[in-house]
């Protein structure tokens, strides 16, 4: 969002935060403008709430393009739409806070989870402050749909202990705020890099500069679960030369590290006898939740 932050009453600015009070689950009914994560593309990974909310709207602030239109066509057609594309938190609170306050069913639209590089919070802490009460709705980031189009884990046992979700230097984020160098350095992190398909070249750059090795596994995924879906793979040495020949500059989740190959895993112990050594269940229960 651009623009100033709206100033409340006592002075204080949208991003100073009064303490919430957590009393109901993300699963439960709740009052007030929720916040949604649409999915990646496909309407089919917008999540049963969601849908519930978004059936129900009379009016849905969406986040333009980077939400399918396919989805606001099936599931929001008897509503007032409105794009959130150029317009800043003095434009898009009134207009929430108005329809709230006239009694109309307002939902916030946002693409994959509004939780990862999302600008959700800044929207939400100003409706408080204009007494209208907000939530999250979970969604599926795009990782994830890149995942499951990838046809792997972004965890593998003895391969990917840990998963990054990160973006690359430019405009919002100074060359020392940028740690995918860092993260590819660790050997067993699968690196998420948001926002970054413009820059696809000067990352690689970076981690070949920095001494990463030149044939970690890529992979490139275009519009993750959209009817244009278009996967790209390669390795840190590869990768750059093959998005500039396909002409991709946004809407790319890159994925860098061993897992995106889907190989070289060990088997996990959940299945390898170990759930079974416990007397009571207990030991089994407590390596099924480990593994999840």
């Not at 999540?47 to 239109?69: I, M, P, Y």
């Not at 790209?232 to 990768?239: A, F």
Request: net charge negative; with cysteine.
């Amino acid at each position: 969002m651009t623009g100033s932050q709206p100033v409340v009453d006592d002075g204080t600015t949208a991003g100073e935060r009064d303490p919430r009070v957590h009393e109901k689950t993300a699963g439960e009914e709740q009052e007030g403008i929720p916040f949604i994560g649409a999915g990646p593309g496909d309407p089919g990974l917008l999540t049963v709430k969601g849908r519930e909310l978004v059936e129900e709207a009379d009016l849905v602030v969406h986040a333009g393009s980077l939400v399918n239109s396919e989805l606001l066509e099936e599931f929001c057609a008897d509503a007032e739409q409105v794009s959130s594309i150029g317009k800043d938190l003095e434009e898009l609170i009134p207009l929430m806070r108005d329809a709230y306050e006239a009694d109309r069913t307002v939902v916030r639209l946002h693409s994959g989870d509004p939780a990862i590089y999302g600008a959700a919070l800044e929207q939400m802490d100003a409706l408080e402050h204009e007494g209208v009460p907000t939530y999250f709705v979970p969604g599926v980031t795009s990782a994830f749909a890149a995942s499951a189009t990838l046809r792997t884990q972004l965890t593998l046992n003895e391969v990917a202990n840990h998963v990054a979700f990160t973006r690359p230097q430019g405009k919002t984020l100074s060359e020392d705020e940028d740690h995918i160098s860092e993260f590819v350095a660790m050997g067993d992190v699968t690196t998420c890099v948001y926002l970054g398909t413009h820059a696809v070249r000067d990352t690689m750059d970076r981690l070949l500069d920095d001494g990463r090795d030149p044939e970690t596994p890529v992979a490139v995924v275009y519009h993750a679960s959209w009817p244009d879906e278009d996967v790209i793979e390669g390795t840190v040495g590869t990768i750059a030369d093959k998005v500039e020949d396909a002409g991709y500059r946004a809407s790319a989740l890159v994925v860098i590290g061993e897992a995106v190959s889907g190989s070289g895993y060990e088997r996990s112990y959940l299945y390898d006898g170990w759930a079974n050594r416990g007397s009571d269940g207990e030991d089994a229960a407590e390596q099924t939740e480990a593994d999840d």
